[in-house]
């Protein structure tokens, strides 16, 4: 299994990384004030699919990677980082790090997060060391 | 009576069936044994299956997206000769001219030098795609295909072991002519074992191309060339008395029409339809070539009259080994029975084909042998 109880609440507080969160559909549901500043992303966001803040030429995999997870509930690219553009709201990109962890609610939907660390650019930081 | 749902609650359902629908296809995809990986038309990686993540993308295949082929696929030809991207017989050349298929050795993208193993490559254009996506897959060797490996291999290192022993036979045959007036008899002897040992000498050279080209060892050099001049040209090569016997007709081919082949392996074509021409025909039948271009294809009818091909042997005559020996003009040197065969081989890896046509196509009152070569036309 590739989940853990309470990995989006440990993630939500680490450091101070960007942070979003999307429902078992794939749907951006919140993100952190620290993502807003970095990507520049609104509220307009908030239900609108995870696809948008990836490149054109990622939403293929990311898409049936995603379905395939609703049907497996197995993925290669959860609990540890991952680099990838990330999409700003201009439609700049950015490369960042990606860590993305999935969470069983209480009604038995899926929830996924992701911090997400800028590896270029005025924010960037190092990448998390393996 | 007719009951409807809101036009949202249907969307939501759609969207959840296309989702269901393309979870399981990418379930599909991801198990089969072939690395699958479509590159868009800058030909940087738009999709990929598991084991393409696999093996390329650390497991991941999302890792793979936007890489160019040159960043993570490094290729050396069969024999272990590391391949450039641009050197004809790559697939990345390949692939921009059209669908193909070869046999590589992989190198390990982690191991500077390592080869990970010879895998089956095969690309396609995925013309459905208006943008001008290309599939390749990448998969093992099947059994059949390691066995046609080391069979080759085999052939090699046979061929490799009975040059030396012929070229020591062929010096020594020299020596004695040159050093000795010899007998009628004797000097009749050591020609027939000069004849014999060049025999030989082109019987190994055939059999070595030939394996090359049937395990896709063989390296063509593609040249876009006007057929006209491929022509004339190879007809400028040979002796004043092979020119007198052969009679040219272009006239049903445009001057612009050009073919993409190696220059060197369709003189070996020609040559060996105009040798076999020459051992099954008289001294005074004619021998003649004719060309006729089209939009999509250009057709060389090679054509004699010598006694023809029995209806019982035309279906064999691309066959290894094949000879016709009761038709053999005896004044002529015996050929091995390889030359068809390597001809449609050199022909089919040039993307043509070649047929033996029916006796009555172009003469009905005499026997005739038609065979028929087709090119893909390209316009330069």
Redesign the interface.
Same mark, same amino acid.
Not at chain 2, 22 to 27: F, I, M, S, T
């Given at each position: 299994m590739s989940w853990t109880p309470g990995a989006i609440a440990a993630l939500r507080e680490k450091e101070n990384l960007p942070f979003v969160r999307a429902d078992a559909e794939g749907n951006v549901v919140e993100f952190s004030p620290r993502f807003s500043e970095v990507y520049g992303w609104d509220d307009g966001l908030v239900g609108e699919t995870l696809g948008k803040i990836l490149p054109p030429s990622f939403r293929e995999l990311h898409h049936s990677g995603f379905s395939r997870f609703q049907l497996t509930e197995v993925s290669k690219v959860l609990n540890h980082p991952l680099t990838l553009a990330t999409v700003c709201s201009d439609g700049t990109t950015i490369q960042s790090e990606h860590y993305i962890v999935a969470e069983k609610g209480d009604a038995e939907t899926w929830s996924f997060a992701a911090t997400l660390r800028p590896l270029e650019g005025p924010y960037a930081s190092p990448p998390q060391s393996p | 009576m007719t009951s409807s749902r809101p036009a949202t609650n249907n969307s939501g359902e759609l969207l959840q069936q296309l +989702? @269901?629908s $393309? *979870? $399981? $296809? @990418? /379930?599909a995809f =991801?198990a089969t044994s072939e690395a699958m990986v479509i590159f =868009?038309n800058e030909l +940087?990686v +738009?999709? !990929?299956n @598991?084991v393409a !993540?696999d093996l390329w993308g650390g *497991?991941? !295949?999302? !890792?793979l /997206? *936007?890489k160019s082929y040159s960043q993570f696929i490094k290729l050396q030809t069969i024999e272990g000769t590391p391949m450039s991207p641009d050197e004809p017989g790559h697939p990345l050349r390949g692939m921009r001219d059209g669908d193909g298929e070869g046999r590589y050795r992989m190198c390990s993208p982690e191991v500077p030098g390592g080869v990970v193993s010879t895998k089956h490559f095969n690309w396609k254009q995925i013309k459905q795609v208006a943008e001008g996506y290309v599939l390749i897959t990448v998969r093992d060797l099947d059994p059949a295909e390691k066995a046609l490996q080391e069979q080759q291999a085999f052939m090699n290192q046979l061929a490799h072991e009975l040059r030396t022993p012929l070229a020591i036979v062929t010096g020594s045959l020299k020596r004695i002519d040159k050093g000795a007036s010899l007998n009628g008899r004797t000097a009749e002897h050591l020609d027939v074992a000069r004849q014999e040992v060049k025999r030989i000498g082109r019987l190994l050279n055939n059999l070595t191309l030939l394996s090359d080209l049937e395990t896709g060892r063989h390296r063509f050099e593609f040249k876009t060339q006007h057929l006209h001049e491929l022509i004339k040209g190879w007809m400028n090569k040979l002796g004043q008395s092979s020119q007198k016997r052969l009679s040219l007709n272009l006239m049903g081919c445009s001057k612009e029409a050009a073919i993409k082949v190696d220059p060197e392996a369709f003189d070996r074509i020609l040559d060996n339809l105009f040798d076999n021409s020459l051992r099954y025909c008289k001294n005074n039948t004619p021998i003649s070539i004719m060309a006729t271009s089209q939009a999509e294809s250009l057709n060389i009818f090679f054509m004699d009259w010598g006694l023809g091909i029995p209806e019982a042997q035309r279906s064999k005559i691309f066959d290894r080994f094949m000879r016709l020996e009761e038709n053999r003009d005896p004044n002529q040197s015996d050929g091995a029975g390889l030359g068809l065969a390597l001809t449609r081989s050199l022909v089919e890896g040039m993307d043509g084909l070649i047929e033996l046509m029916p006796n009555e196509t172009f003469d009905p009152s005499q026997p005739t042998t038609v065979l028929r070569l087709q090119f893909p036309c390209i316009q330069i």
């Open positions: - | +989702r @269901q $393309l *979870g $399981l $296809l @990418q /379930v =991801d =868009d +940087r +738009r999709w !990929a @598991q !993540a *497991g991941m !295949a999302i !890792a /997206v *936007g």
